[in-house]
Each structure stands twice: as structure tokens, then as C-alpha cells.
């Protein structure tokens, strides 16, 4: 399917480029239609870029063969890279700074309060995985001066919010209040808990001007806690360490290509499996002159949106309603039935009282949920979410439900909504060959 927006000289110029002189996409090169073919045509045609591809030909194979990594790498123009993935899903890259920055300045162009109060000399802080971002993980406390880089002060030092004692959530809005930053930047399911500790302790929040949501998927649970605390506007971005900054959420509500960054092919899912409103995106990168990206599969389920033009006015590239959540997170019903961490989401938030969830499946008929509920809830949170598992999946699927303390995290910190004990094939999505890793 022909995707629009994107800028066709520019995805003719990374195309070329990249098959005439880049060793990765050797193999590429005779599927190539050629000149005299529409450029998007000729995309079309091309494979899928998977991890697995980055780790095999790492770290050359996707350098123009013109360029001298290791003398980058000593003068310090580049820096190695670990993704933030699991460790199946982990690459190692070659990261230029300068890149990255600029195309997080084109995303806030589309946001009307990111492009009022983002400069790029504003104070951040962020609240992730210490695993994701920042200094690094340390199993000591370290300083407020070794967890600020540049102008970004990175406040949590644990892997999984449940392990924060009172003093530690003092402690970060403590720092949050005493930096003052313009922007914070949080994975969702860290804020989500996060205000509810400074809840349940009475404790004021600082109120940045702007919150952005990244490094995972934004559940309606997490919001609902979030802006119980935080007033400020709430905006997804949305990219990966590979491919830079895609898309933003607008003032509206809807996620807008960063077209000047980047090019997106969109493969919409077969009619069963939600498409051709749901899909996939192969990403291709067009200004980094240390790592040429073409077709990477970054592996969320995105739902474009058909509403008509956005209300924000922006109409440049693909417009997207929402991202659905880690294409390796969609399970399926024992008829066959895909089922994307949205559509879960969307049913098990209106339960009041959760504010967390986890699925995870050890044989392909099993369905265990485990709960995050408020004090004195979890009995009926519990029942509530048998009920709605039993909607979902059906009477032939094995349901359980349980409070827990905790949500489990990855290697990474982060968390996964849906985790399967077995191979599942995700190809089935989609029509074609193209594999994903
Ligand atoms: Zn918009």
C-alpha cells in the first residue's frame, strides 16, 4: 500500500545511496526495480531491515563504506549504542548525537506547546528505566551531579517502581521541584506509579509545563494516574534509539510524522487481524550520516487515522490515531483472533482501581493477568478482570486473575503488556514473505 506525505527526493536520495554503496543492502540491490519507477514503488519491492540484519553486519555494514568509524569513535564524533530491548531484541549502534538532537528538534515542531517551550537549551527530567537512559545503572546512590547530563537530570536510580521506598519518591520530587524542569519525560508505567506514591503520600508534585510519554506504551491506567497528579499536557513520542524521533502527538491528540526526518511505509494488517486501519511501519532514516536506516521494522502496531484532516492543521506525512502497543505483544484468541495491547487496554481500563496490568501465557490456551489495584480493591478489580478477559478471549480460554505487588520487568526495566512462554508467529498479521525479528 502507497503511503502519503512522505518527501520524495529525499527517499530517492537514501534509497540510492544506500544500494549503490552501503554493504548491508548488498543483497538488496537486484530487487531494486530501478530508476524510471516510482520511488515508492521501488521501496515497495525492497525487504524488511530486522535487528537481527544490524546485529550481522555490525559495525560497518551500515556505514557508507566512505566513513572511518573507529577514528569517529576515538575522537569522539560517535559513541556505541545499546538499544534498550530485551536481550533477544538488544543491538549495539553507532550513535551521532547530533543527529538524534536534530531530529527531536523537527518532532517538536509538531506539537503547538513543545514548539512554544521547547528551545533545546531547556531543562529536562526524566523518568525511566535507569537501564533505558541516563548515567547509567548503579546499584549505589548517585548524586544529583552524576545523574545530570547536559541539560537532562535523570531521577530514578531503581529498575521497577515497586521497589521504591517512601524516602526514594521523596527524594525524586524533591529533585524534580529543586531542577525545575520545563519538560519532563517519562516511560508511563515509572509516572504512573510514581504519582500514585506522591498521592498516597500527600506529597506535591512540581508541575512541569510539558510531559512527554516515550519509551513505552502509554495504557489508559497509567494516564488515569498521571493526570490525577500532573496537569500539565500530556504528549506521546514515539521512536527508537535506530531510527530517531518518527512522530509526535499533536495539541489534538494525534501522532503527526516527523516527515523532514524520516520516511514511513506503512503495511496494514490483514482484514481479520484489524487492517487496513491497523499496521505495521518500516521506517527509513534519511540524515544520519553514521548509520543509513532503510525499511527498519520497529515493531509497534500503529492505527492510522481516518477521521480527515487534524484539527491542529498539521497535514504533512502519515497521521496516525494511535500506537497500539509492541507487535510482539499481540496475542490471540484460541480461534485465531489478534488481540493488540490497545484493544485489552481499552477494556480492562474501565475497571476502576486498576492501575496496572500484565498478561502473560504459558501454553497458547492459558491467560494469566496479573493486577496493580488501589488499596482495598484488589477483590473486586480481580473479578471485574475475569469478566473482561472472558469478553475478550472467550469461554474456551483458560482465564486467571491475581493481584500482585508488582508488575515483572524486562532485563531493560521496562514492561511488557503481554509476554508468551512459546513461539508465536506474528507474521500471520500481515500478507508477504517479510520477516520480523
Ligand atoms: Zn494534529
Known amino acids: 500500500m502507497n503511503t502519503p506525505g512522505n ?13 549503490a554503496r552501503v554493504p548491508g543492502y548488498a543483497a538488496w540491490k537486484p530487487l531494486d526495480p530501478g530508476p524510471g519507477v516510482p520511488v515508492d514503488r521501488r521501496y515497495a519491492a525492497l525487504p524488511v531491515l530486522t535487528k537481527q540484519n544490524l546485529r550481522d553486519h555490525f559495525p560497518r555494514g551500515f556505514v557508507d563504506p566512505g566513513r572511518d568509524p573507529e577514528a569517529a569513535l576515538a575522537a569522539g564524533e560517535i559513541e556505541y549504542a545499546k538499544t534498550s530491548g530485551s536481550t533477544d531484541d538488544q543491538v549495539t549502534l553507532l550513535f551521532h548525537a547530533p543527529w538524534w538532537e536534530a531530529s527531536e528538534r523537527s518532532a517538536w515542531q509538531l506539537n503547538a506547546v513543545a514548539r512554544r517551550v521547547a528551545t533545546g537549551a531547556h531543562r529536562e527530567v526524566v523518568l525511566a528505566s535507569p537501564r533505558c537512559v541516563g548515567p547509567g545503572y548503579s546499584e549505589r546512590a548517585q548524586t544529583v551531579a552524576q545523574r545530570t547530563l547536559g541539560r537532562h537530570l535523570y531521577i530514578n536510580e531503581k529498575i521497577n517502581p515497586a521497589t521504591w521506598t517512601d524516602d526514594d519518591v521523596r527524594r525524586m520530587a524533591d529533585e524534580l521541584a529543586t531542577y525545575e524542569p520545563v519538560v519532563l519525560e517519562a516511560d508511563a508505567a515509572y509516572l504512573a506509579a510514581f504519582a500514585r506514591r506522591l498521592r498516597a503520600l500527600g506529597q506535591a508534585a512540581y508541575q512541569p509545563a510539558l510531559i512527554f510519554l516515550t ?3 502509554p495504557s489508559r491506567v497509567y494516564l488515569r494516574l498521571i493526570r490525577s497528579v500532573f496537569a500539565a499536557p500530556v504528549a506521546s513520542s514515539y521512536g527508537s534509539t535506530e531510527t530517531g524521533h518518527v512522530f509526535l502527538q499533536c495539541e489534538a491528540g494525534r501522532l503527526h510524522q516527523n516527515v523532514e526526518h524520516c520516511r514511513v511505509d506503512f503495511e496494514p494488517f490483514r482484514p481479520e487481524h484489524g487492517g487496513p486501519a491497523l499496521g505495521r511501519m518500516l521506517v527509513t532514516v534519511f540524515h544520519n550520516p553514521w548509520f543509513e536506516v532503510l525499511r527498519f521494522d520497529i515493531g509497534d502496531v500503529a492505527r492510522r487515522d481516518d477521521r480527515g484532516p487534524c484539527p491542529c492543521g498539521r497535514t504533512g506525512g502519515l497521521t496516525l490515531a494511535s500506537i497500539d502497543g509492541r507487535i510482539k505483544d499481540v496475542t490471540f484468541t484460541p ?8 484493544s485489552l487496554d481499552r ?3 474501565a475497571i476502576e482501581g486498576l492501575c496496572g496490568w500484565q498478561l502473560d501465557r504459558g501454553t497458547p490456551d492459558e ?8 488499596d482495598g480493591a484488589a477483590d473486586r478489580v480481580v473479578r471485574a478482570a475475569q469478566t473482561v ?5 472467550g469461554g474456551k480460554a483458560h482465564l486467571a486473575v ?17 509476554r508468551a512462554a512459546f513461539a ?7 500478507d508477504g514473505a517479510h520477516p520480523t525479528d
Do not use: I
Not at 508465536?424 to 500481515?430: E, M, T, Y
Open 7 to 19: 518527501d520524495n527526493e529525499l527517499s530517492l536520495a537514501v534509497l540510492e545511496r544506500a544500494l
Open 335 to 342: 480461534g485465531g483472533r489478534a488481540v493488540t495491547v490497545d
Open 215 to 217: 519509551y513505552s506504551f
Open 424 to 430: 508465536v508467529d506474528h507474521c500471520v498479521l500481515w
Open 389 to 393: 478477559l472472558a469478553s475478550v478471549y
Open 402 to 418: 491475581a493481584a500482585a505487588p508488582a508488575l515483572e520487568h524486562e532485563l531493560s526495566g521496562k514492561f511488557r503488556f503481554a
Open 347 to 349: 477494556a480492562l481500563a
Open 367 to 374: 491467560y494469566r493477568l496479573r493486577v496493580l489495584t488501589e
